[in-house]
């Protein structure tokens, strides 16, 4: 009877944890068989401030996803959003981050970039051949690759994201981060009816009160309007985006924002703008194809590839990524 082949994946965000396991098929590609996720605790604004809370989360994201695989695994592939370089060995330099993922009693087989990871799991070959940007919009932090001639070529990190969003409603609508939460998800970027307006509670959420919908939004756009601002001056400083002829690949929970893609293409002066999702090949559920789970996906993507590669069946653009992992 032929060994079966386990991979994981670990993406420790700055919102959440989410853990992968999956069974490599006999053709090289995992089949996901369990995922769980958890609120990351002990971390703020992308910082570990409690080892021990952040140890909890991975341990419970991991427990969720063992026992929905049938599978007790130890070793992973790891993503966090403070990997921003595609350079050298990647290695997680926090120590904080070190001893949590420790404490939840995981091994971290390899650190790859949240947004090379992302990319593992939306971007087709295609993509990568004639040169496109991908945006991981993230909680805290929104990663930037770029793709050509079938490698990445560039990774850089923002330290800015959905979170930000969130934090800028809670505040200048005073209300609670819940609420600035539900508001972001709810409103997005649609222009609405002038007259219209949200009822929102305040913080604690004792009082109920109305605001217009519009200054809701444009809270909500001016802030993604910087991330995108932001990102069009780093790319520009290294290459010309005109002839990137993949365009911008949005994925990440930021980029299910209602009404991203329209700003996006005006912002980074682009027509050709989408939001990535996971294939749906080796996903059986249909919710675990959202942008939201990109990054984890990409993990076993990546872990089974590098075992398949290790049997001498893949060459290629993986080849040379290996290099610089």
């Not at 695994?73 to 959003?81: D, K, L």
Request: contains cysteine.
């Amino acid at each position: 009877m032929a060994r079966r082949h386990i991979v994981g994946g670990l993406d420790i965000g700055t919102t959440k944890v989410v853990s992968v396991i999956a069974e490599v098929s006999p053709n090289g590609y995992p089949v996901i068989k369990g995922l769980g996720e958890c609120p990351t605790l002990g971390v703020r604004k992308g910082v570990v401030v409690d080892k021990a809370s952040l140890g909890k989360s991975i341990a419970h994201a991991v427990g969720l996803s063992q026992a929905m695989a049938g599978e007790t695994i130890s070793e992973f592939y790891g993503s966090f959003p403070v990997v921003s370089q595609l350079t050298g060995t990647l290695q997680i330099t926090d120590e904080q981050l070190s001893e949590s993922i420790a404490m939840a009693g995981v091994k971290i087989l390899q650190v790859i970039p949240s947004v090379i990871a992302s990319g593992e799991a939306v971007l087709t070959d295609t993509h990568k051949k004639i040169g496109t940007v991908l945006m991981d919009l993230g909680g805290a932090v929104t990663g930037l690759a770029v793709f050509d001639q079938g490698v990445p070529v560039y990774t850089h990190s923002l330290p800015i994201g959905s979170e930000h969003i969130t934090s800028d409603l809670a505040v200048c609508l005073r209300t609670s981060i819940s609420e600035g939460d539900r508001i972001k998800r709810s409103l997005g970027l649609i222009e609405p009816d002038p007259a219209s307006t949200l009822e929102i509670s305040g913080v604690g959420g004792h009082e109920r009160r109305k605001v217009p919908a519009g200054a809701a939004r444009d809270i909500i756009k001016s802030r993604i309007q910087e991330i995108f601002e932001l990102a069009h001056q780093e790319l520009s400083q290294h290459f010309r985006l005109a002839s990137l002829t993949g365009g911008f690949i949005l994925t990440g929970g930021g980029s299910l924002l209602k009404g991203v893609l329209d700003l996006a293409i005006s912002q980074m002066n682009c027509c050709k703008v989408a939001v990535g999702s996971p294939a749906k090949v080796g996903i059986p559920r249909e919710e675990w194809t959202s942008p939201v789970y990109a990054s984890a996906i990409g993990l076993v993507l990546y872990g089974a590839k590098r075992s398949t590669r290790r049997s001498g069946r893949l060459s290629g653009w993986r080849e040379v990524l290996d290099r610089f992992m």
